[in-house]
Nanobody, 127 residues
Framework: QVQLVESGGGSVQAGGSLRLSCAAS????????MGWFRQAPGKEREGIAT????????YSPDSVKGRFTISQDNAKNTVYLQMNSLKPEDTAMYYC????????????????????WGQGTQVTVSS
């Protein structure tokens, strides 16, 4: 059974940085899609980064590209989201998600693509 535990959220001033961590257990395949999503109050959940653990594939939408970076540490079974130049509009609950044992080298940044979710970690950016 795959389990995801996020950490690293908190409060930061605009322009600051945070690094979120997602510790994964139960992943046995080489290729898994990992993703980060966020949901602000009253808004739909949106995908902000995805990567394939067994291929050189990452993707982020233009809204965060250049500020947010997804990466992994295979030895620690952990995926990270480095967030720089944070803005008040980045305030949201951030969720890690996994699509285990995929057959392809790409990932689709869509909620429907991911079957396992963490509990979320809150990020608050003040102006």
């Amino acid at each position: 059974q795959v389990q995801l535990v996020e950490s690293g959220g908190g409060s930061v001033q605009a322009g600051g940085s945070l690094r979120l961590s997602c510790a994964a257990s139960g992943l046995t395949a080489r290729r898994n899609c990992m993703g980060w999503f966020r949901q602000a109050p009253g808004k739909e959940r949106e995908g902000i980064a995805t990567m394939n653990t067994g291929a050189a594939y990452t993707y982020s939408p233009d809204s965060v590209k250049g500020r947010f970076t997804i990466s992994q540490d295979n030895a620690k079974n952990t995926v990270y989201l480095q967030m720089n130049s944070l803005k008040p509009e980045d305030t949201a609950m951030y969720y890690c998600a996994a699509a285990p044992n995929v057959l392809h080298d790409y990932c689709v940044l869509s909620q429907a693509h991911f079957g396992v979710w963490g509990q979320g970690t809150q990020v608050t950016v003040s102006s």
